[in-house]
């Protein structure tokens, strides 16, 4: 109840009063607070709010909407992924926050445990949204947590890949947990409530204002072992959120995009000042957060016959078939100088091999790397 009190009655993140709070203890430092008993930077973030007392408004209206109030004291917390936030909390992105509200059955700490940020544009690309549903759809069927804004545009093509897999997404709200922004996301964030979490430092009720996107783009960050930037324009909110992935010590990772588009100026830009690595599929989204030595990406398989490359007169029968455009098994012959018995037993084999196919007009070649 004391962490209630105090996550209404400062705008996160209040520097002074988690010190108070990391000093006395929440329930000590919510009774300084309420009788103006505090220093003057905590009265700077409390005065305002004080004699707000809507604990058990707020704790009664989460409990409806199948919330909970998660404090760092329950074993739910997140201990891990914030403790870097600890460490960087005098820089711009802010600390720990003193409690988080959340709705969704899952257990947030075993949520955090693998889990990437997919962040870009809301004025997202058909190839940026598309980028983001299958990273997401690919990342969710490998058992990692897909963390996100539910804003539109990345966010929320990210938010939908994870769910379509039938995997574990992490929608982090600027706003109260029962209040659906952006509106035209009011049945995505229903279902995310359902089948995933839905996470805010802001109490019921409260709502969006642009200083707490930037504040909020901290959590996302912290949340995620790693960030991926799917598209960003020179001026993007999630380049925020990319320096606070940096600043956090996590991987940051960019998708590139096509050099005439503006929706990926700010990735492109990322990469030229090496502040990110390039990734182009789940597997290497994987290597650069997972375990070392235990999520190694791999080289795409190659096409391989069990009959292995073609050796003598099957090479010179495979060299003779066209690239684009089938030939005769007559031609082949002429041109390999193989006879026409022989070429018609080889181009079979080939075709089973996986090097050649049969079509109308004759046989086409099949190119293997």
Known sequence: MARAYLSRVAEPYPAALAALVAEVGPID??????????????????????????????????????GRLLIPEDDEWPRWP???LGNVAGQRCGGEPLALWVRGPHDLAEAAEKAVAIVGSRAASGYGEHV????????????VTVV??????????????????GGLTVAVLACGVDFAYPAGHQGLLGRIAREGLIVSEYPPGVTPARHRFLTRNRLIAALGGGTVVVE???????KNTAAITKALGRPLMVVPGPVTSASSVGCHELLRDRQADSVCSVAEIIESVGRFG????????????????PQGEAMRVYEALGKRCAVGDEVVSVESGV???????????????????????????????
């Open 339 to 369: 006879p026409l018995e022989r070429v018609r037993a080889l181009l079979p084999e080939l075709e089973l091999a996986g090097l050649a196919r049969q079509l109308d007009g004759g046989w086409q070649k099949l190119e293997v790397r």
């Open 294 to 309: 235990d999520d190694l990406a791999t080289e795409p398989a190659e096409k391989e016959s069990e009959l292995g490359a």
């Open 232 to 238: 960003a324009g020179r001026r993007s909110g999630a």
């Open 29 to 66: 430092a919510a009774e300084m607070v309420r009788a103006g008993e505090v220093s003057p930077s905590v009265a700077s973030q409390t005065s305002a709010r004080r004699t707000e007392e809507r604990v058990h408004e707020d704790l009664e209206l989460i409990g409806k909407r199948g």
């Open 148 to 165: 996100s804004g539910a804003a539109y545009g990345i966010d929320g093509a990210a938010h939908r890949g994870a769910l379509a897999a």
């Open 82 to 84: 914030f403790v870097a």
């Open 132 to 143: 983001a549903g299958e990273f997401a759809y690919g990342l969710a069927e490998a058992g």
